[in-house]
């Protein structure tokens, strides 16, 4: 395709997974993936038949997976089956991130059978994907509006990054760079090229990855190139449709704004459609507006963030209300019992507002990622690494449990991605400065600009806001370090070397920044007291009203039955959270859990009765609080994340 203009050399870029040791509360859930997770996600592949698909040495299996009704009850054109790929390439790169920290020859032997398997598949001129060479020989290319096609080569190539990152071993980034390159020679606005993109976005993002890693800067040409056509006239899907012979019109969602291609990317203002495909569009337009420097698309994007953090995110950091479309529906529609949020939905906003601080520090997207990070997300995987949420609501009567694997086994995967590669999300490095987006026990081996540094932090974070940060160097060195200070801490302190530094981040975007000669050794203390808080909703959200949520530092609580009997909902507490009394949350890994005192609605008889004319009697008692992604880790029964408040 055309040269663009080279990409800048500032911004800030995450650290690769093996620079950043995690212990502390995130090296437990690491070691949990690496311990269980990934052999689980890989032993559910196996039995799924995802092998015999890829592996060109089988048999041609039989199409396991149903296709997907449209809303007058003919087959669509999809079926999850047509993605394994991708589910696949999750599975890789979880494990990549697993081996990194873990040694393990039988995991290791395992995902190297996987590559060879897609070096076999892999077709002279590059192309590569499991469907279109077995299953629908001679319809590559034909549908890219809801075949996946460019979304599984974009997780393969995250998955090669990964591999070669943790293994040193090249394959399967080998093969992912000859099929980029296939795709650089299929794509574009030359003549005898495709003008299209993905109907599904990641390659956007996973092609920046691979420049990044590969020092390849067509790859980045190529990423943009699918961003700035996003949506342009005449519509692509609708060429490509009338070329196969169908009716345009006729696709199950029959609307484009669904994969968010109705308009040009800089001409949308409302977040819409589904959810996941949404934030990873924007990952993928931040990390291009991060490499060519460009501020209208950043620009765009802010407009984006606005309108789903201040209309449409739960207050759990998870975004999609609805199962009908996986995605948005209205402003303030945020339902609690019937929330979808779906475990990928929030690892996507985790994903772009990590991208977002490409462009420099800036608690307004640090903060969300934290929030989406410790409750959205994180809820979708158990304590012990062996079950998921896909879906993850704010109540539940009891009946909500985490599957062991699903129809579609997108979040298992994805989740364990993210937990495994957690360090990449805590820091950000540019040409002169290091920032500390997010804290937890870790050492981190950054280099800025040409200057080795090792950043300690000592904590026992989220459970306590105090964090030691010790700075190691070589030699002496001038740079800067910015320090996050959360929105929800009302009075940080720091010092450094046990000198109080003046904390007032505000003008420097949450941030606080320390700019000096480091001499090496110098030991940084930031204070970050944690109080309980209640939490409100905007009273457009009417499934809020009278009700508040309860947090402590990152995380959000919610009440679970098997501290508090069952008719959680007849609880009241009062509109202030200063007298809740932190303690041990018995069976959930040392969790801090709150303890409030409440009332208790009892009600007489309602046996044979819908309504009635009497009130209930009240009774003192207390409520027990728990992190809202520890819940349903114990006993089954309801759960509650807003509660009722007596103002």
Request: charged fraction near 25%; aromatic fraction near 10%.
């Amino acid at each position: 395709m055309a040269s663009l203009e080279k990409p800048i050399a500032n911004g800030f870029r995450p650290p690769a997974v093996p620079d950043i040791d995690v212990h502390g509360f995130w090296g437990d859930r690491i070691d949990a993936v690496a311990d269980k997770t990934v052999m689980i996600l890989y032993e559910r592949c196996v039995a799924a038949g995802m092998f015999d698909q890829i592996d060109p040495d089988r048999p041609v299996p039989e199409v396991r997976m149903p296709f997907h009704l449209r809303s007058d009850g003919s087959p669509d054109t999809v079926n999850v089956q047509m993605f394994w790929d991708s589910d696949v390439a999750k599975v890789i790169e979880a494990a990549a991130y697993a081996l990194y920290r873990k040694p393990n020859p039988d995991l290791e032997e395992k995902m190297d059978a996987i590559i060879e398997m897609f070096g076999r598949l892999q077709l002279p001129d590059g192309y590569m994907n499991s469907w279109f060479i077995r299953m629908q020989p001679g319809k590559r290319w034909t549908n890219l509006r809801d075949c996946h096609e460019l979304y599984c080569a974009g997780h393969l190539m995250e998955a090669a990054v990964a591999y070669f990152h943790a293994t040193k071993k090249r394959a399967l980034l080998d093969i992912m760079s000859r099929y980029a390159n296939h795709i650089d020679r299929t794509f574009g606005p030359s003549p005898g090229q495709k003008p299209g993109y993905c109907g599904h976005e990641e390659i956007e993002l996973a092609l920046i990855r691979l420049g990044r890693t590969t020092g390849e800067r067509r790859y980045f040409n190529l990423a943009r190139y699918f961003v700035e056509q996003r949506g342009q006239q005449p519509h692509y899907f609708d060429v490509e449709a009338a070329e196969r012979g169908a009716d345009p019109k006729q696709f199950r969602h029959r609307t484009y704004e669904y994969n968010q291609s109705h308009l040009p990317v800089r001409q949308q203002n409302k977040v819409i459609g589904h959810a996941v495909r949404a934030m990873y569009l924007y990952s993928g337009m931040a990390d291009v507006a991060t490499e060519f420097g460009d501020d209208t698309l950043t620009d765009a994007l802010k407009i984006l963030w606005d309108d789903l953090t201040t209309k449409q995110m739960y207050v759990t950091g998870g975004i999609g209300p609805a199962a009908s479309n996986e995605g948005f529906t209205d402003y303030y529609d945020l339902p609690n019992e019937s929330a979808y949020a779906e475990t990928c939905a929030s690892v996507g906003l985790v994903m772009l507002a990590s991208r977002m601080l490409g462009r420099g520090p800036d608690r307004v997207y640090a903060d969300i990622m934290e929030q989406a990070l410790y409750n959205g997300a994180l809820s979708g995987l158990a304590t012990d690494g062996a079950t998921f949420f896909y879906d993850n609501p704010l109540e539940s009567r009891g009946k909500h449990h985490r599957w062991t694997w699903h129809r579609c086994p997108c979040c298992p995967p994805n989740i364990a991605r993210t937990v495994a590669a957690i360090g990449s999300y805590m820091y950000g490095v540019s040409a002169d400065e290091a920032a500390i987006h997010l804290y937890g026990e870790s050492t981190a081996r950054l280099m800025i600009g040409t200057t080795p540094v090792t950043l300690t932090q000592n904590t026992n974070y989220p459970w306590d806001g105090r964090i030691s940060i010790e700075v190691g160097l070589d030699a002496p060195a001038s740079f800067k370090l910015a320090l996050r200070i959360p929105g929800w801490c009302r009075t940080p302190s720091a010092s450094v070397q046990g000198d109080w530094l003046d904390v007032t981040p505000i003008e420097n975007k949450g941030y606080l920044r320390i700019e000096r000669h480091w001499q090496g050794g110098e030991t940084i203390v930031l204070d970050l007291p944690m109080e309980a808080r209640f939490i409100h909703a905007n009273p457009a959200v009417k499934a809020d009203l009278g009700r508040a949520a309860l947090a402590r530092g990152p995380m959000i609580y919610c009440a679970e039955e098997v501290d508090n009997a069952s008719g959680l909902n007849s609880l009241i507490v009062e509109d202030d959270a200063k007298d809740a009394n932190a303690g041990r949350a018995e069976g959930l890994d040392g969790a801090v859990a709150l303890d409030l005192k409440a009332r208790r609605e009892r009600w007489s008889d309602w046996t044979g009765k819908l309504y009635d004319t009497e009130k209930p009697t009240i009774e003192e008692t207390n409520v027990r609080f728990v992190p809202y992604h520890l819940w349903d880790n114990r006993a089954p029964g309801e759960m509650l994340v807003w509660v009722r408040v007596q103002r």
